[in-house]
């Protein structure tokens, strides 16, 4: 079983920057793919961006390209978001979850973590 885990979330103005990160117990091919989904009151699930621990390969849900990267520290066993020029808009739990799968559906995750509270004032 794969024990995934999210930190770094907090408060920021529109216009900074946080880092989140993301623990995996293990990487196995269960957790091949490490995604990055969130959720916003009231709304659903969606999809932010993703990696492949094997080759560093990225993909990010198109509005948030530019603003938003992922990087991944195979040694630590440890995932990153970096989160630059934030908008109030992006206030949500952010989450990770680690699959098998290279995709943005949040079914193809088998272990998720618990969410960190992202939230950009104004």
């Known amino acids: 079983q794969v024990q995934v885990a999210e930190s770094g979330g907090g408060v920021v103005r529109a216009g900074g920057s946080l880092r989140l990160s993301c623990a995996a117990s293990e990487r196995t091919f269960s957790s091949s793919v490490m995604g990055w989904f969130r959720q916003a009151p009231g709304k659903e699930r969606e999809f932010v961006g993703r990696i492949r621990w094997s080759t560093g390969t990225t993909y990010f849900e198109e509005s948030l390209k530019g603003r938003f990267t992922i990087s991944g520290d195979n040694a630590k066993n440890t995932v990153y978001l970096q989160m630059n020029n934030l908008k109030p808009e992006d206030t949500a739990v952010y989450y990770c979850?680690?699959?098998?799968?290279?995709?943005?559906?949040?079914?193809?995750?088998?272990?998720w973590g618990q969410g960190t509270q992202v939230t950009v004032s104004s």
């Open positions: 979850a680690a699959g098998p799968r290279y995709s943005s559906r949040p079914y193809e995750y088998s272990y």
